[in-house]
């Protein structure tokens, strides 16, 4: 997944422009030089059931002309660790809308996760997890797709819902049983500083080898909370000298407040010694 990539430093941090119609997020981009940018398929006018040909064309030219990467971002709230007859034949064609969209549209990659359990039935969860992400996989293959595996937030102890994917013990369950060169990693600093392991701690375990983008966020290590750096207590200086000097070449995704706080955020960055 970490591919050579010519750009610089700067101008490998692109944004997740969520929900945002994806012509007035690359129209911002290209004002702004980002050349990556994450949407998500699931809402507005981005929905995957409202890509006509034409549109593609034209958004595929806006990326061509501009040298904009996009990732498709799926929905964490979509469990893809759901077992129940007909909801899970659902999850599935979800995940294949979305790797048919990325298809279209040239995309960098779809963003996936593990799912969620609600403190009962774990096992079953993490096996359906799996196996679901086994058959997304094998339909990413076939259709010239990679996947970004996104290792998600801690909650609380006492919640009943929690992300499968959390902690490095977690994502190397998925890791190992699906060593694919499509399936990959979407390394989020945010979320690994809310378990011990750290942001250390991932890339200890995993390398930088598979990573697709790193998503960036601050937060002060207690809840899951997407705030500008400098607001929380990530060493941002840190995770980027390990990250580079580990050899990553790829992405960059701000994933945090307005589009002024992410023009802030990368002047900050650019000042950066790695």
């Not at 750290?198 to 930088?208: K, N, P, T």
């Not at 990250?243 to 900050?268: I, Q």
Request: proline share 4%; with cysteine.
């Amino acid at each position: 997944m970490n591919e050579d990539n010519p750009m610089n430093f700067v101008d490998r941090i692109g944004y997740d422009a969520g929900a945002t119609r994806l012509e007035d997020a690359l129209a911002f981009a290209a004002e702004h030089s980002f050349h990556y940018l994450d949407f998500s398929a699931d809402t507005g006018p981005n929905r995957v059931d409202n890509w006509p040909d034409d549109r593609l064309r034209a958004a595929r030219a806006l990326m061509e002309r501009h040298e904009i990467a996009v990732t498709v971002h799926t929905a964490s709230s979509v469990n893809v660790a759901e077992f129940a007859p007909h909801v899970s034949d659902a999850v599935d064609a979800y995940l294949r809308g979305n790797i048919d969209l990325a298809r279209r549209i040239t995309a960098h990659g779809v963003v996936v996760h593990g799912g969620m359990h609600f403190s009962s039935a774990i096992d079953a969860r993490m096996d359906a997890a799996r196996q679901r992400l086994l058959r997304a996989t094998d339909y990413a293959e076939n259709s010239g797709v990679a996947l970004f595996f996104e290792n998600l937030n801690r909650e609380p102890d006492n919640a009943e819902v929690h992300y499968l994917g959390h902690t490095v013990a977690e994502c190397r369950y998925f890791f190992d049983a699906i060593p694919s060169e499509r399936f990959g990693w979407a390394f989020t600093v945010n979320h690994a500083n809310l378990v011990p392991e750290g942001s250390d701690g991932f890339i200890d375990a995993f390398g930088v080898g598979r990573i697709g983008e790193v998503r960036l966020a601050d937060n002060t290590g207690e809840v899951e909370i997407h705030l500008p750096p400098g607001q929380g207590n990530i060493d941002f200086p840190a995770v980027f000298r390990r990250l580079e000097s580990a050899g990553y070449t790829g992405y960059y995704t701000m994933a945090f407040g307005s589009p002024d706080d992410k023009l802030a955020a990368r002047e900050l960055f650019s000042g950066y010694s790695l």
